[in-house]
């Protein structure tokens, strides 16, 4: 078993700041890329952020220049440093991971969500 747990998340005003975690613990053994993704109500979930083990990042149009994501690999955590937030930032933030389990077994893990709302 390999478990994603999230946590960060909460209500801030427009402008404001929330910084995301998500830790990884179980069976694995080497995590490769983690990423964040989202989704609104009403809509499909999209891809936020991703991180590569050696660091590359790659970040949605809609979040460059604002957010900041991070990982330690030492800590199996990603972070995700969110600035002047904005309300259609308002989603259910989901921490992904793929990776190596002790057995071999190869593959892609979700958080539980964690809801981050941006009032106006």
């Known amino acids: 078993q390999v478990q994603l747990v999230e946590s960060g998340g909460g209500l801030v005003q427009a402008g404001g700041s929330l910084r995301l975690s998500c830790a990884a613990s179980?069976?694995?053994?080497?995590?490769?890329?983690m990423g964040w993704y989202r989704q609104a109500p009403g809509k499909q979930r999209e891809l936020v952020a991703t991180i590569t083990r050696d660091g590359v990042t790659n970040y949605a149009g809609a979040v460059k220049g604002r957010f900041t994501i991070s990982r330690d690999n030492a800590k199996n955590t990603v972070y995700l440093q969110m600035n002047n937030l904005r309300p259609e930032d308002t989603a259910v933030y989901y921490c992904n991971a793929n990776g190596v389990r002790w057995n071999g077994v190869r593959g892609d893990y979700w958080g539980q969500g964690t809801q981050v709302t941006v009032s106006s």
């Open positions: 179980g069976s694995i053994y080497r995590i490769n890329d």
